[in-house]
């Protein structure tokens, strides 16, 4: 607990400043908590030492089988309402701008790290982004089955009018074995897409990149279409303004082959929801071919940028710009995969400089994509969402390093 006198601070303010103080208190507990509650690792004494039904510091994590998708055990976890987001999109419109758009996928050391700590870490380097300015999607992935958004990054980017996605991915011989249960008939393929419907609306996120990277039997390929289909319709009657991305995959024969552009062979899968998210070993032509495709759709063609550079068009890493100039030329959109590979490579000087560098490579080739404020009165104190204390009404109450994407701030476009 925080010293007496703190505490008596707190308390003669907690009109105006319930919020903080409810936030400071629990995360300082949780804090203290760490290593009690952390998920431990498994043994052969204990090989399932997670359950989250039990009472703990609360925390996000991802559904792994479609056996917890199907029986709905997420609603039931202890960490459920934790999880859900408490800002609304705030847009001034209810569907995507019509000009090219900027899709960032998140993908930062695998996910669920310093950000899982639903009520705040105590890690003031943790990852963390304002640059929202510069997109209008934002994915946050992981390579388990049903990716949910830590309700953090949903809040920090819904107050800066950018739309949150979780991704549903099948890999490997596991993720065909997924397959063969999810695809079984038409009637589960709509169980599935209604079950990710409802987890999206239930914690206040904005719709799903559905990442099927296995092959397919050419049976199977009618229901995949019903699951795409139906979990698009079902986003958009639920939460307007939502979005189902595909991602260049599987092909329309089954075949895992990605074909790094929009073509006959993904097109009817675009054809049933939001947009295509193409691989990022496309040539400099495929993006002109891909927006002749999508005729009055080519803002819905998001091509892929790993920034790591991974076969990526340019290089990635520090020439990013030169995949997202050719893409602008040729008015489609982007998808950015990976950004934060400033801060896993650790970049000089220091992660803020070498951040806002690479994002004015982005700004610099597209310019500003989301003007600010979009209402007045606006307010900021310009917190990123970590620190290294804590302070109300300009008085420091605590010296407890802590990071919370949630806190972050109204980020001034200047």
Known sequence: MFPLRFLLRFLGT???RIKFFAFSLIMSESIRNREAHEEPQSTAQDPDPFNPVLPATPISYPIKTLEELESRSYFKSFHYPFNIASVSLQTEHGGLPDRPRILVCHDMEGGYVDDKWVQGGDNPDAYAIWHWYLMDVFVYFSHNLVTLPPPCWTNAAHRHGVRVLGTFITEWDEGKLTCN??????DSAWMYAERLAELAVALGFDGWLINMEVELKLEQIPNMLEFVGHLTQKMHSTVPGSLIIWYDSVTIDGHLSWQNQLNNYNKPFFDLCDGIFVNYTWR???PRLSAAAAGDRKYDVYMG????????YGGGQWKANVALDVLKKDKV?????APGWVYETKQPPNFE????????????SWGVLQRYPKSLPFHSNFDQGR???YSVDGDQVSEASWCNISCQSFQVLL
């Open 305 to 312: 940028i790993d920034v790591f550079g991974r076969s990526t």
């Open 284 to 286: 400099e032509n495929y």
């Open 333 to 337: 959109s982007a998808a950015i995969f």
């Open 353 to 364: 400089t070498a951040q806002n560098h690479w994002w004015s490579l982005v700004e610099n």
């Open 387 to 389: 620190g290294y204390h």
């Open 14 to 16: 907690v009109v105006r």
């Open 181 to 186: 249960k999810l695809l079984s008939t038409k």
